[in-house]
């Protein structure tokens, strides 16, 4: 399968960038080492670490979901008993119909 320019472009900027932390890693490590450090550490994260302040988004982010969730089944299940009211009420209107419809249809008896 022959690669589009834009695959190449994108290869190609890739590997120049690769090359070039290559190139100037150990000055990178020393500029950002502390930085690195006091992320992992948790620095300037309030309320713990960073895997703390991660697991509380997660968790918060789950409850959220769960509250849609649960409004979603509430809404299917009011439109559910809604519609089968509908469906008992459009019956009743049908069966109405059909005995009135049935006795108009009958033959009249001739009076006596």
């Known amino acids: 399968m022959p690669i589009t320019r834009s695959e190449l472009l994108f290869f190609s900027a890739g590997v ?3 090359a070039l ?13 502390p930085l690195v450090a006091g992320a992992l550490s948790g620095a300037g994260v309030e309320g713990g670490t960073l895997g703390d302040r991660c697991a509380e988004v997660v968790r918060t ?9 649960d ?7 009011a439109a ?10 459009a019956t009743a209107d049908a069966s109405a119909a059909a ?4 006795a108009e249809s009958r033959p009249q008896s001739a009076p006596a």
């Open 99 to 102: 005995s009135a419809q049935a």
């Open 61 to 69: 982010l789950a409850e959220k979901i769960e509250a849609v969730q």
């Open 16 to 18: 120049a960038a690769g």
């Open 80 to 89: 559910a008993g809604a519609a089968a009211a509908g469906a008992s009420a």
């Open 71 to 77: 409004a979603m089944s509430e809404m299917s299940q």
């Open 21 to 33: 932390v290559h190139a100037n890693y150990p000055k990178l490590k020393e500029a950002l080492g």
